[in-house]
């Protein structure tokens, strides 16, 4: 069984860029969170996916956006890049929308 | 605003020991809660997930929840040096988690 995956690691970008994160789901799963962790702090909900549909939003603004493919893997896109925006990017997947999620490895992402 | 609150710590142990970690929420719509473990650079890693009153044990580790004081909390019996992390305490949302700030643990040889 595979479990779930993101991609890159790392990530650095400038002030006013754009930027997508990947993330694959583990398998059997049809559900993926993304959530966004500063340093210090618990992961804060931004989206979930449930069979390429949007299910629920956090307090994100709409820069913030992302799709969900056939296959079920995921990605984050945030435009407009903000020093604020520099953090851990969780994904998360899940079996069924409200069921126990397991987070990827993350992407590091630095805006400077 | 939905909260989970969790105290910060750090807290430490020594080698052997029960370590007690604790966690409150505010919406008593949340039905599940789940315990996360995470080193330091890493993401959280799920160590368990309670959604009735009372205890729940698996290995070394147990849940405990009481939803009329909207309080939950994790055991972790014969703690070990490799147990030393930031453990999260989560709630369920509508359709996702809200998470607390960790608690950071450090058990001491």
């Known amino acids: 069984e595979t479990g779930v995956t993101q991609s890159p690691t790392h990530l650095i970008k400038t002030r006013g860029q754009q930027v997508t994160l990947r993330c694959s789901s583990q398998s059997g799963h049809n559900t993926v969170s993304w959530y966004q962790q500063a340093l210090g702090q618990g992961p804060q909900f931004i989206f979930q996916y449930y069979r390429e549909e949007e299910n629920g939003r956090g307090n994100f603004p709409p820069r913030f956006s992302g799709l969900q493919f056939p296959n079920y893997s995921s990605e984050l896109n945030v435009n407009a890049l903000e020093l604020d925006d520099s953090a851990l990017y969780l994904c998360?997947?899940?079996?069924?929308?409200?069921?126990?999620?397991?987070f990827g490895p993350g992407t590091r992402l630095t805006v400077l | 605003q939905k909260e989970v609150e969790q105290n910060s710590g750090p807290l430490s142990v020594p080698e052997g020991a029960i370590a007690s970690l604790n966690c409150t929420y505010s919406?008593?719509?949340?039905?599940?809660f789940f315990w996360y473990r995470q080193y330091s650079g890493k993401s959280p890693e799920l160590i368990m997930f309670i959604y009735s009153n009372g205890d729940k044990e698996d290995g070394r580790f147990t849940a405990q929840l009481n939803k009329a004081s909207q309080y939950v909390s994790l055991l972790i019996r014969d703690s070990q040096p490799s147990d030393s992390a930031t453990y999260l305490c989560?709630?369920?949302?509508?359709?996702?988690?809200?998470f607390g700030t960790g608690t950071r643990l450090t058990v001491i040889p």
């Open positions: 998360a997947s899940s079996f069924t929308s409200g069921g126990e999620q397991f």
């Open positions: 919406d008593r719509g949340s039905q599940s």
């Open positions: 989560a709630a369920t949302g509508a359709n996702n988690l809200f």
